[in-house]
């Protein structure tokens, strides 16, 4: 927020670098168009990863005469990130300053900076989280014990919440709430603004020996453990600079004052003693947080909520689709927030729902082709039927999480559209298709999604599908599909991934095709190598529309996943649909060729 309070650039990954005489933003290629729009003429737009962008710290050694001091709030940077830039920038003489106590854009924003959120927390109730707190505290305490460790600072929001089996709604869309939580070998303490924990949550704490401390003594309780001779375990990927140094800086303080008291009683009782022991690096295991991979791979609970969530969206997407293509048809005026307000209201009628899992991408036409488009009432287009409509949505359930992409024409959509269309669909059956042995990291799967398009030269700049939560962040880690190869987290039975194959031409138009799935592990004639193999069950059941298809381009079996997906489409989402919406569901789920009649046609010509 305070980016965008400062660039205008309201994207959801970037970051701003501001000099005395120059400013820049760097962003991603989802963000490219966006950013165009919405920054103003004295930023620089940097596009990362195109070839000749530098990074952050080459850009800040080229601008910067050697020895100035780069400055940022050690609160918003992971201690890794603080610490790669530190060593990047040293290279001019340049010195990174951890700003404490202040936030330099907060000094600009005054009294306008919106108040920090009060919302209450909930109880994610048993039913859906599947494990109770005191089972996964105990988990947690079994890794402490074995990596010798005191203590485990938890600081990513959805592994406070998924640990505590608690739920909020301080950011938009994730129902996370601002907390800390340090869990000890005998207690845990949550740091949490304390007006957001009712007597329900108070209560549901209490059970699982968890205590109470606030929000903002995170810091001074980090320095406490230090001066105890505590041993941390770290996840500096995640866990704050603010929080890492000022542990460093404590443990440096203790063994000094250690060695000092040593030396007086006896210094010979010191002299072997190691001489590591400076910024705390004895005091502490930096390894990734034992909660991320827990909270990755479903229990049974959660893979229930999340496939009976899903059906009730479909159903909420079965009659949002419904009416707008009646609309369309009929001519009536429709803006693309109009239309995400509409689908709004058809998901807020199904049961458990709670909010949208990120601002709905409504985007006709060429607004499709901006990959992360967020339509304004002020700043959109009217949906028509001359070109591509693309709706990326998803909804947040008590009981799973939802995700979703659909790419239409409401008219005739040209040959070069449906050429598009299809080969992104082929992608998408392709990865929903594959098997693989376990221990297989998500880039190597990637390519499945792309060969279709690589094919004709074409490719789309975004990854294929990332980690989704149960009841949790629709974005999550630490798993991945994508051409980014430095993630080598292997896929596991219970992760749940996206597969979002897409392809924009800019100014022109924007496709997508996303489904939910669920790992699973496949009952195969063969097991290589004595180990396991793996696949993919949907999640996601809502129609391919049809007439986007070059039935041509299609392989017999691609066919029979198209037609397969739309029996399934119609048999489980059905029955919970009646009128019109479920004619249209019908209409939408026939099978799109009788694959024998083709070919032995073919053979007839032959």
């Not at 951890?98 to 009294?111: F, K, P, Q, Y």
């Not at 500096?236 to 600079?241: D, L, P, Y």
């Not at 924009?504 to 669920?518: K, M, P």
Request: glycine content about 8%.
């Amino acid at each position: 927020m305070r980016r965008a309070y400062l660039t205008g650039f309201t994207g959801s990954a970037g970051t701003a670098v501001v000099t005395k005489d120059k400013a820049a933003l760097w962003t991603d290629g989802r963000y490219f168009l966006q950013a165009e729009k919405e920054l103003t003429h004295e930023w620089t737009l940097m596009r990362s990863g195109n070839h000749g962008v530098p990074t952050t710290s080459e850009w800040l050694n080229d601008v910067l005469p050697s020895g100035c001091r780069v400055g940022i709030d050690p609160f918003l940077f992971s201690f890794d990130a603080a610490e790669e830039l530190k060593d990047s920038i040293s290279n001019k003489n340049h010195e990174l300053v951890l700003v404490r106590g202040m936030n330099l854009v907060d000094e600009i924003w005054g009294d306008a900076r919106p108040e920090p959120p009060k919302e209450p927390t909930r109880v994610h109730d048993i039913k859906y989280a599947g494990i109770d707190v005191p089972s996964k505290l105990s988990f947690i305490r079994s890794h402490l014990t074995e990596n010798g460790c005191d203590a485990v600072v938890i600081s990513m929001l959805d592994e406070v919440a998924w640990l505590l089996n608690m739920r909020g709604s301080d950011v938009p869309h994730s129902p996370v709430f601002y907390s800390y939580l340090i869990v000890e070998v005998s207690t845990a303490t949550l740091f949490v603004d304390s007006n957001k924990v009712s007597e329900d949550v108070l209560e549901h704490l209490e059970k699982a020996g968890v205590k109470l401390k606030p929000y903002e003594a995170i810091v001074s309780e980090v320095e406490r453990l230090a001066e105890k001779g505590a041993k941390l375990w770290l996840d500096s990927s995640s866990v704050n600079a603010a929080i890492i140094t000022a542990f460093k800086s404590s443990c440096d303080k203790h063994m000094k004052k250690k060695g000092k008291a040593g030396e007086k009683v006896e210094k010979e009782a010191y002299s072997d003693e190691p001489t590591g022991v400076e910024n705390g690096a004895l005091n502490a295991v930096y390894n990734v947080s034992p909660v991320t991979l827990a909270k990755s791979v479903k229990n049974e609970a959660e893979i229930e909520g999340m496939k009976n969530s899903h059906l009730r969206d479909a159903a909420a997407l079965a009659e949002f689709w419904c009416w707008l293509e009646d609309e369309v048809c009929k001519s009536v005026p429709l803006t693309e927030v109009q239309v995400a307000e509409k689908l709004l209201e058809f998901r807020k009628k199904q049961d458990g729902f709670i909010e949208t899992s990120f601002d709905t991408i409504s985007g006709y036409g060429a607004n499709g082709a901006v990959i992360h488009y967020r339509p304004t009432p002020e700043d959109c287009s009217s949906v028509g039927s001359d070109n591509l409509f693309l709706l990326d949505s998803g909804a947040q359930y008590i009981d799973g999480t939802t995700d979703i992409t659909r790419t239409v024409h409401f008219g005739e959509p040209s040959p070069r559209q449906k050429e598009c269309f299809t080969r992104v669909l082929q992608g998408h059956i392709a990865l929903d298709q594959a098997v693989f042995p376990e221990r297989t990291p998500g880039f190597v799967l990637d390519v499945l999604a792309r060969s279709s398009l690589w094919k004709i030269g074409l490719d789309y700049r975004h990854g294929t599908g990332h980690g989704v939560g149960a009841a949790l962040n629709v974005h999550e880690g630490p798993q991945s599909i994508s051409y980014r190869y430095g993630n080598l987290t292997a896929l596991q039975k219970g992760m749940i991934v996206s597969n979002e194959p897409g392809y924009y031409e800019d100014n022109s138009f924007g496709i997508r095709i996303e489904n939910l799935l669920l790992i699973k592990e496949l009952n195969l004639a063969n097991s290589f190598g004595g180990i396991s193999y793996l696949g993919f069950e949907r999640l996601t059941f809502v129609p391919i529309q049809s007439k986007l298809i070059d039935v041509s381009l299609l392989s017999p079996s691609e066919i029979n996943w198209v037609n397969d997906y739309h029996e399934e489409v119609w048999d489980k989402v059905s029955p919970l649909l009646s009128g019109d919406t479920r004619d249209w569901l019908w209409k939408n789920t026939r099978p799109i060729l009788d694959v024998t009649h083709r070919y032995s046609h073919a053979q007839d010509i032959a």
